[in-house]
């Protein structure tokens, strides 16, 4: 691969790790009954009241169980050096950003309360989704030729 692509899917690992610290410092709050006092920022932020609501899992996973693990799979893919790799990073990456913002508009218009966590992991899977375009359309060029 390109060293462009190699500096692209470096950075795509670092968000990866971002994004698994942030749900699993999720994954404890949705299980702890403890307050989170770095969270809780009055009535329009406040992670306790999203991270514990009837919207925090599926079925009986947590969503922040479902963001470490696809942070997780978002990290092994970036670490492959293969064009297919590439191509199913993006693809699992715009599921991950679906997501998100299927859990950023519960957030926005049902509960109507922000979670600082949450909107982290959103810029981190926008910014993941983004790096993974290119990285596909970059890896997927032929190379230059010297005439």
Request: aromatic share 8%; charged share 10%; net charge positive.
């Amino acid at each position: 691969m390109p060293a462009a692509v190699s500096r692209i899917l470096l950075a795509i690992s670092l968000l990866a790790v971002v994004g698994m610290a942030l749900s699993a410092v999720s994954l404890k709050n949705h299980y702890s009954g403890e307050k989170t006092e770095y969270c809780d920022l009055g009535e329009t932020f406040n992670c306790d009241l999203v991270n514990r609501s009837v919207y925090s899992h599926v079925g009986p996973v947590p969503v922040a169980a479902i963001g470490l693990i696809g942070y997780a799979a978002l990290f092994a893919l970036s670490r492959m050096r293969r064009r297919s790799a590439a191509a199913l990073m993006l693809l699992g990456a715009v599921a991950g950003l679906a997501f998100a913002l299927y859990l950023t508009y519960i957030e926005a218009y049902v509960l109507g309360v922000w979670c600082i966590l949450c909107l982290s992991s959103l810029g981190t899977i926008v910014a993941i989704t983004a790096l993974s375009g290119i990285a596909l359309v970059r890896a997927s060029r032929p190379p230059a030729r010297l005439s």
